[in-house]
């Protein structure tokens, strides 16, 4: 009796572990790596210059994005216990977000904003191109809440602000190309499902070479690789549409690339046709 419980147990362990690694993988991808990638790309913006509040809060609030999305998006495909799971991050993700929003008035409005963006992201997509609606969170999070005041939009931080919105457009694009045809299916709009996989790569290169532009005006070590790093990633695709990996290297080539080196190597200022970038 006691040899045959054992063995029933070894059975079902690998199934369980499984099961676990596929939780483990839906939480890191599906949201602890977009929320390191959005702080990563906020400190390739203000440098020394964000503070650790701040950082919680776009990283709580992509957390609460994406989760909510999957909520929406997978409800048909993931299992209950997942979506228990997920839930609760969204909920305390949330919280958290909310709470820090709330200690600043313009902190609250932009979160209001990008929170209806969130909250609407599932139909929206089937009327607005998706990558329009992503860039422009994204950008206007990474711009905004790191800081302790509101920013002020001088060139230099102008021109990374740029950078950072072509990056996000050309990781948008490039994540896109795997799930062209459920895309298609479900009436998502933006550059891949309306015109393919094969305009996509080439508008996902484009963006990215004229990222490496932006970024070597303000002389952005972390951004310039940023932008090769997908530039490569997007020649690959054109080769290879259907291989997943690409869509998880552009997400950990924007997280690992632009904040850390930004704090190693700062933005330069440079003299671009009699213009100074300070």
């Excluded at 998502?188 to 309306?194: L, M, Q, S």
């Amino acid at each position: 009796m006691h040899n045959q419980s054992l063995e029933n147990r070894c059975k079902l362990e690998p199934s369980r572990c499984g099961f676990q690694l596929a939780i483990g993988r839906a939480l890191l991808i599906g949201m602890l790596l977009p929320a390191a990638a959005s702080v990563s790309l906020s400190i390739a913006l203000g440098g020394r210059e964000v503070t650790g509040l701040g950082l919680i809060l776009i990283a709580s609030g992509t957390m609460a994005a994406y989760g909510l999305d999957r909520l929406i998006d997978h409800c048909d495909s993931d299992s209950k216990t997942l979506r228990r799971i997920v839930l609760i991050c969204v909920v305390l993700a949330s919280l958290t977000a909310g709470v820090i929003a709330s200690t600043t008035w313009w902190r609250f409005q932009v979160c209001s904003v990008l929170a209806l963006i969130a909250g609407g992201y599932v139909p929206l997509k089937r009327y607005v191109p998706k990558n329009v609606l992503t860039t422009a969170a994204w950008t206007t999070a990474t711009a905004t809440l790191p800081f302790a005041s509101q920013p002020s939009f001088h060139p230099s931080f102008a021109w990374a602000v740029l950078t950072v919105a072509l990056i996000v457009l050309a990781n948008t694009i490039l994540c896109d190309i795997p799930d062209v045809e459920s895309d298609q299916r479900t009436g998502v709009r933006g550059i891949t499902p309306r015109f393919g996989p094969r305009a996509g790569a080439i508008s996902a290169m484009i963006c990215g070479a004229c990222a490496l532009i932006a970024a070597s005006i303000i002389v952005s070590l972390g951004l310039i690789l940023t932008s090769i790093a997908l530039s490569i990633l997007a020649i690959a695709a054109m080769n290879r549409p259907d291989h997943r990996s690409i869509r998880l290297l552009a997400d950990i080539f924007v997280t690992i690339l632009p904040g850390p080196l930004a704090l190693i190597v700062p933005h330069k200022s440079i003299s671009i046709v009699g213009v100074f970038f300070e």
